[in-house]
């Protein structure tokens, strides 16, 4: 799709965070964030013989800097978890390209569902399901680019097709959150409901 996908999301996140959400200095940092994500994913970083985007370079700057404040062992627990999915996705990505036949539906919609499976699997905390997705996916296509690049094979890493793949990533376990939070709600007032 190159990267329509991951516009279309973005400026949909852009416009609830400007008018939707509360005045605060987490909505500033979130608005610059996204317009600095909106402006980089244009632009690449060439070093021979990797090409790689801006945007998803910018992304894991960001997550890394917020996931700086956990401790000693679960930093530890968190790097090796978000390496787990990275390797799952560099895994699918190799799988999708050397026996393409055994993909039933769309290879997006494959591995956005089955890395936040992995996620789910992986983490309780729903905001570093989301930054582990993101990270782990960045170094998925990282691994992913240096084999191509072993076999003198052409890649761009994090390019705007990659970044339309983590978009629908995030925006499938974001659903699935919402999913839970809804039937948590929707739990808690059917047992009030039946026990007054």
């Not at 605060?24 to 317009?35: D, G, K």
């Not at 790689?52 to 800097?65: E, F, N, R």
Request: with cysteine; glycine share 6%; proline share 3%.
């Amino acid at each position: 799709m190159d990267g329509l996908f991951f516009y279309w999301i973005i400026w949909m996140g852009w416009v609830v965070a400007v008018f939707f959400l509360p005045k605060t200095p987490v909505r500033s940092q979130l608005i610059c964030h996204i317009l600095i994500l909106i402006i980089l994913s244009g632009y690449e970083l060439a070093v021979y013989p990797y090409r790689v985007g801006l945007g998803g370079l910018y992304l894991l700057v960001c997550l890394l800097i917020y996931n700086r404040k956990l401790s000693f062992i679960h930093t530890s627990y968190f790097v090796f978890k978000f390496c787990t999915i990275g390797i799952g996705y560099a895994a699918f990505q190799l799988f999708a390209l050397l026996d393409p036949i055994i993909l039933i539906f769309d290879a997006s919609w494959m591995q956005a569902i089955a890395i936040n499976y992995t996620a789910f699997l992986l983490f309780k905390d729903w905001k570093q399901r989301i930054s582990a997705i993101i990270i782990g996916m960045v170094l998925g296509d990282c691994v992913f680019a240096g084999l191509l690049a072993v076999h003198t094979l052409p890649y761009k890493s994090i390019s705007l097709e990659w970044l339309d793949n983590v978009t629908l990533s995030v925006t499938v376990g974001l659903a699935c959150i919402a999913a839970e939070l809804i039937s948590k709600v929707l739990y808690q007032q059917t047992q009030a409901k039946f026990n007054s």
